[in-house]
């Protein structure tokens, strides 16, 4: 299979995030971490009639899922990247799997907001020793997951040619989206640890669906902030866009032209782009208008348009 390179020479839509293929590796190791894990509780609870292992195990395979659309966002976006079907790239790819995989992470919130509430009113026998001990050993394998899915872009370097964009300080929402199941994953092992440990200290059984309850609600709120973070993105209404509207009409100020029409909007993460409809009584070459936004690093793909104002 040929690989198209992440830059192109010359005029490209090549608008991915600067570390996309690290990330993609990390996305792969994590899933095969995960379903290792799941595949291992589902067994071990089949064999030792532990409910808690076997739950747990398929509770595990809905992040598995989550982060298998991770990965192959990662990779169909890396494959098609040269496609002239894909008008502005294929940079989006990541915030639409982002937003698929927040939907899910909803509906995790959801079962386990409902099971917690079925069982305070139906509470059942806890094996307390294996519980903890399952709950123990899912905590380490997501958070060995979470430090590899941990976003440390910040530490590359930012400077790029303004034509391939600055993507150093964007935020990559496919990676977030299958980081926050694995911290989801981290968190409901930790509540689960607190409320088994209180279970079997002092016999409060009610702890467990307690804690069940503030899992899915903290879960749900990452979950929110998720879904509009990716919405905008693919509604073209994502907040970094307003800064680099603000850095165009900077730009162009001096210049003595008018800005009549801007539209900025994202293509990948850190990549934008933008048309520009200019007045000008002393109108310049489009290229003149180009060159004074140069120095703004996230714009990948501008087009100029410029106009004399109309006769009185």
Do not use: C
Not at 223 to 248: F, H, K, N, Y
């Amino acid at each position: 299979m040929n690989t198209p390179p992440l830059t192109a020479p010359g005029h490209d839509h090549f608008f991915l995030g600067h570390d996309h293929q690290r990330n993609e590796r990390k996305v792969w190791l994590v899933i095969a971490l995960t379903a290792s894990m799941m595949v291992v509780e589902i067994v071990a609870g089949t064999v030792y009639g532990s409910m808690a292992l076997v739950a747990d195990g398929w509770h595990m395979s809905t992040h598995a899922g989550a982060m298998l659309i991770a990965a192959l966002a990662y990779r169909l976006a890396r494959r098609h990247a040269g496609n002239p079907r894909f008008t502005f790239g294929t940079g989006k790819l990541g915030d639409l799997a982002g937003f698929a995989s927040a939907v899910l992470l909803a509906l995790v919130a959801l079962l386990i907001g409902w099971e917690s509430l079925v069982r305070l009113t139906q509470p059942v026998p806890i094996d307390f020793e294996q519980a903890i001990a399952v709950a123990v050993v899912g905590l380490a394998v997501n958070l060995l997951s979470a430090w590899l899915l941990k976003d440390d872009h910040a530490h590359h370097a930012h400077h790029h040619h303004h034509a391939h964009g600055d993507s150093g300080h964007a935020r990559d929402n496919n990676l977030r989206a299958a980081y926050l199941h694995v911290l989801a994953d981290a968190l409901t092992s930790v509540l689960a640890i607190v409320a088994l440990l209180l279970g079997r200290s002092y016999g409060w059984t009610w702890a467990d669906p307690i804690m069940g309850v503030v899992g899915a609600l903290v879960i749900a709120k990452w979950s929110w902030g998720l879904i509009r973070d990716t919405g905008s993105v693919l509604l073209d209404a994502a907040a970094e866009g307003e800064d680099v509207r603000a850095e165009i009409r900077e730009a162009i100020a001096p210049t003595g032209s008018e800005v009549t029409d801007l539209h900025v909007w994202q293509v990948g993460p850190g990549h934008f782009a933008a048309i520009v409809s200019l007045v000008a009584q002393d109108p310049k070459a489009p290229a003149h208008y180009k060159a004074l936004l140069a120095d703004i690093h996230e714009l990948a793909h501008v087009t100029v348009e410029v106009e004399r104002p109309a006769p009185a």
